[in-house]
């Protein structure tokens, strides 16, 4: 095992890895910004280390600060989280020549899966079903309009260095196309240090699936089944789930093993997240691989009833992943479903920082709740306004469904304003209830009449 773990990230993702290192025996060194030192995860590891203001460009995504800060404390290795700087192959580069443990993949494949545009043409070279999509946008202006076009209407305009979501332009026709790319080159160029592009065929009304795969360093590969996170508002993931609702077991275990055979075939080497889009009539199409864990892994280790990370751990350290895996059970074990608690309000979704005056987690059978808070903590304005993740697990769908109710009406927070009204409210919403999510539920939940109204009621309705 580790000696010592240096951790560079925050909140709920830092809390956590504290806790999974201190039961594998290792030591942790938390790395906090200044707006972070006083969070209760940083006194619960072993070591801390402010290593810069509260930007994170200043603090959790400056190398050298972060570097200097493993070695001065003797690390034998770092974990990323998710987030940040764990995509980041230069970083994960320059700890290797430090002596320093990246636990996730190697560089390579931080650089391979990075690039959104070649990741689609390698997996489809190798047989994974992809939607129409073009080769990297850059350069000459027109060049790019005239690429894009080829391949119909309507389009997404995506950044080929990126993800999360951010710079994602969708265009209905010609006449929007030329505007779409250059503001999502401009917005590429912010958020990446890269304003390469790349467009693909807009799938109406598609539901997000993904698998969860794992590698190791003998050539081996596995699945961990699927979740679906169709819930989004602006494209970001809020309610995830395993398994996927309403589509044939079959066919998922189908996609999951060619998913988990191409990257073993590959020769990757380390947990990550297969992306898919699915339609109905079309099927699945290849959107990423995510080299990393997702926030929302914790519904697959309920439903594997397995410690990721203690898995992401132990692959750095060497050893085989048909020996961690053994056990693994054949189909999953019941239902889990995953809500992000954001701090923000439920009709514009606008941050809304502040102090936590009341923060109180429900509890209970089947209820797990991640976060970096507790009560008295401030949420500041310098990063992902996610404050806790509640993850609710059953014996079925239903079960957990009604479980995640129980605990979001439980979650007692004042002194800032949270979604938990709006996902309540989706909770309720026929469409999602029918077990038939897609990306375009969460708008129009919120576009349908009476939503406004639903929320006051929402206030003292019972669980489900």
Same mark, same amino acid.
């Given at each position: 095992?580790?000696?010592?773990?240096?951790?560079?990230?925050?909140?709920?993702?830092?809390?956590?890895?504290?806790?999974?290192?201190?039961?594998?025996?290792?030591?942790?060194?938390? &790395?906090?910004?200044?707006?972070?030192?006083?969070?209760?995860?940083?006194?619960?590891?072993?070591?801390?280390?402010?290593? =810069?203001? /509260?930007?994170?460009?200043?603090?959790?995504?400056?190398?050298?600060?972060?570097?200097? *800060?493993?070695?001065?404390? %003797?690390?034998?290795?770092?974990?990323?989280?998710?987030?940040?700087? $764990?995509?980041?192959?230069?970083?994960?580069?320059?700890?290797?020549?430090?002596?320093?443990?990246?636990?996730?993949?190697?560089?390579?494949?931080?650089?391979?899966?990075?690039? %959104?545009?070649?990741?689609?043409?390698?997996?489809?070279?190798?047989?994974?079903?992809?939607?129409?999509?073009?080769?990297?946008?850059?350069?000459?202006?027109?060049?790019?309009?005239?690429?894009?076009?080829?391949?119909?209407? /309507?389009?997404?305009?995506?950044?080929?260095?990126?993800?999360?979501?951010?710079?994602?332009?969708?265009?209905?026709? /010609?006449?929007?196309?030329? %505007?779409?790319?250059?503001?999502?080159?401009?917005?590429?160029?912010?958020?990446?240090?890269?304003?390469?592009?790349?467009?693909?065929?807009?799938?109406?009304?598609?539901?997000?699936?993904?698998?969860?795969?794992?590698?190791?360093?003998?050539?081996?590969?596995?699945?961990? !089944?699927?979740?679906?996170? $169709?819930?989004?508002?602006?494209?970001?993931?809020?309610?995830?789930?395993?398994?996927?609702?309403?589509?044939?077991?079959?066919?998922?275990?189908?996609?999951?093993?060619?998913?988990?055979?191409?990257?073993?075939?590959?020769?990757?080497?380390?947990? =990550?997240?297969?992306?898919?889009?699915?339609?109905?009539?079309?099927?699945?199409?290849?959107?990423?691989?995510? /080299?990393?864990?997702?926030?929302?892994?914790?519904?697959?280790?309920?439903?594997?009833?397995?410690?990721?990370?203690?898995?992401?751990?132990?692959?750095?350290?060497?050893?085989?992943? =048909?020996?961690? &895996?053994?056990?693994?059970?054949?189909?999953?074990?019941?239902?889990?479903?995953?809500?992000?608690?954001? *701090?923000?309000?439920?009709?514009?979704?606008?941050?809304?920082?502040?102090?936590?005056?009341? !923060?109180?987690?429900?509890?209970?059978?089947?209820?797990?709740?991640?976060?970096?808070?507790?009560?008295?903590?401030?949420?500041?304005?310098?990063?992902?306004?996610?404050?806790?993740?509640?993850?609710?697990?059953?014996?079925?769908?239903?079960?957990?469904?009604?479980?995640?109710?129980?605990?979001?009406?439980?979650?007692?927070?004042?002194?800032?304003?949270?979604?938990?009204? !709006?996902?309540?409210?989706?909770?309720?919403?026929?469409?999602?209830?029918? =077990?038939?999510?897609?990306?375009?539920?969460?708008?129009?939940?919120?576009?349908?009449?009476?939503?406004?109204?639903?929320?006051? %009621?929402?206030?003292?309705?019972?669980?489900?």
């Amino acid at each position: 095992m580790f000696s010592k773990v240096a951790i560079a990230n925050r909140g709920a993702v830092a809390a956590r890895l504290v806790r999974t290192l201190s039961s594998l025996g290792a030591k942790s060194l938390v &790395l906090c910004s200044e707006a972070d030192q006083n969070l209760p995860y940083v006194r619960q590891a072993d070591e801390f280390k402010v290593i =810069g203001p /509260p930007e994170p460009l200043k603090s959790y995504l400056n190398h050298d600060k972060v570097i200097e *800060a493993a070695v001065e404390a %003797k690390c034998d290795a770092l974990h990323p989280g998710w987030g940040f700087l $764990s995509e980041n192959a230069e970083f994960a580069e320059k700890l290797r020549e430090r002596s320093i443990v990246f636990i996730g993949p190697s560089p390579k494949w931080l650089r391979i899966m990075g690039d %959104k545009v070649a990741a689609k043409k390698e997996m489809a070279r190798l047989g994974l079903a992809v939607f129409p999509s073009t080769g990297e946008l850059s350069g000459d202006i027109t060049l790019m309009v005239n690429e894009a076009s080829s391949i119909g209407f /309507p389009l997404l305009i995506k950044p080929s260095g990126g993800g999360g979501g951010i710079g994602m332009i969708e265009v209905d026709g /010609p006449d929007k196309l030329l %505007k779409a790319l250059e503001s999502a080159a401009s917005q590429a160029l912010r958020s990446f240090n890269r304003s390469s592009l790349y467009a693909e065929r807009l799938v109406k009304n598609p539901r997000h699936v993904e698998f969860q795969v794992v590698c190791d360093l003998y050539g081996q590969g596995f699945h961990l !089944f699927e979740r679906d996170c $169709s819930i989004q508002r602006r494209r970001q993931k809020i309610l995830e789930e395993a398994g996927a609702p309403s589509i044939d077991r079959s066919l998922l275990n189908q996609r999951a093993n060619q998913a988990a055979s191409v990257l073993a075939h590959l020769g990757y080497d380390q947990i =990550g997240t297969v992306e898919n889009l699915y339609e109905p009539e079309a099927g699945f199409g290849f959107l990423e691989v995510n /080299p990393r864990l997702q926030v929302e892994h914790a519904v697959t280790e309920e439903i594997c009833q397995i410690d990721l990370v203690a898995l992401q751990v132990r692959l750095a350290l060497g050893e085989k992943a =048909g020996q961690l &895996l053994k056990g693994l059970p054949e189909a999953p074990i019941g239902h889990s479903v995953e809500a992000r608690i954001y *701090a923000e309000d439920s009709l514009r979704f606008l941050p809304s920082p502040g102090p936590l005056k009341c !923060f109180r987690p429900p509890s209970g059978q089947g209820i797990r709740v991640e976060t970096g808070f507790v009560e008295g903590a401030v949420v500041t304005p310098f990063y992902d306004p996610m404050i806790a993740q509640v993850i609710a697990s059953g014996a079925d769908r239903n079960e957990a469904l009604a479980r995640l109710d129980k605990a979001l009406a439980d979650f007692e927070i004042e002194g800032l304003k949270t979604n938990i009204p !709006f996902l309540r409210a989706m909770l309720r919403y026929p469409p999602f209830i029918e =077990g038939h999510p897609n990306a375009s539920l969460a708008a129009e939940l919120l576009a349908s009449d009476g939503y406004k109204d639903s929320l006051e %009621k929402l206030k003292s309705a019972p669980p489900l």
